[in-house]
């Protein structure tokens, strides 16, 4: 069977037309990972004893707690690759008004750091990914090497759609 003869796992037949269609089927793969990982993070939240976060509030969350250091909104919006800081912004308040994370105006920046209560949370949540999802993806013959090198490639993958973003506005 050639490639061409192979069944094309699309999201939209209109995409996966002419040279190039295996592309179609990577996005539809990215698209289907993309809704179970948003879907994992709120039920792994929820089973660390917070219910009703978004899977941006979970992100920023996490992003907030990471090495304990103070973090200003453009920080988080840089490092989650994140263009429309007003719903970064959003979840930080939000995230606030939890006591999910402490705020601190200087000057004209606000940063932000996780709370005691949003720290532990972070901590749950951790074991819980430990509990309910490490111990399947050990099961993969996939070593922590190969789990790198695909986090790399769908990073450097994200580079190139950010490049086409880019070209897309200035047409």
Not at 62 to 82: A, P, Q, T, Y
Not at 87 to 108: F, M, W
Not at 120 to 126: D, G, N, V
């Amino acid at each position: 069977m050639t490639d061409t003869q192979k069944r094309r796992i699309v999201s939209s037949r209109h995409l996966a037309e002419g040279e190039g269609w295996e592309a179609s089927e990577l996005e539809f793969g990215l698209i289907i990972a993309f809704n179970a990982f948003s879907r994992w993070m709120v039920k792994c939240m929820s089973a660390a004893g917070h219910a009703e976060m978004s899977p941006l509030e979970i992100l920023v969350l996490h992003n907030v707690n990471h090495r304990g250091r103070e973090k200003r909104l453009s920080d988080v919006c840089f490092l989650l690759n994140i263009e429309d800081t007003h719903t970064v912004n959003y979840a930080l308040r939000k995230l606030s008004k939890a006591a999910l994370i402490d705020s601190e105006k200087r000057g004209k920046e606000v940063f932000y750091r996780a709370s005691p209560s949003g720290a532990a949370l972070c901590e749950a949540y951790r074991k819980v990914r430990e509990y309910c999802l490490l111990d399947g993806l050990a099961r993969f013959d996939l070593s922590g090497e190969d789990m790198r090198e695909i986090g790399s490639n769908l990073r450097a993958l994200s580079g190139q759609y950010d490049q086409a973003s880019r070209a897309a506005s200035s047409l």
